[in-house]
């Protein structure tokens, strides 16, 4: 993860966000995913 600034190029506006979250989501998800570590069993 880098440590920049975000422009303004990269904010959606509401419409935009809305139509690209599931991917945004997803990605997110993913990234995250190898930090995740099971308990129990």
């Not at 422009?7 to 930090?35: C, F, G, H, S």
């Given at each position: 993860?880098?440590?920049?600034?975000?422009?303004?190029d990269?904010?959606?506006?509401?419409?935009?966000?809305e139509?690209?979250?599931?991917?945004?989501?997803?990605?997110?998800?993913?990234?995250k995913?190898?930090?995740?570590?099971?308990?129990?069993?």
């Amino acid at each position: 993860m880098s440590n920049r600034a975000v422009t303004m190029d990269e904010v959606l506006d509401l419409v935009a966000y809305e139509k690209e979250r599931p991917a945004i989501r997803a990605k997110m998800m993913e990234m995250k995913r190898p930090r995740r570590i099971a308990v129990g069993e």
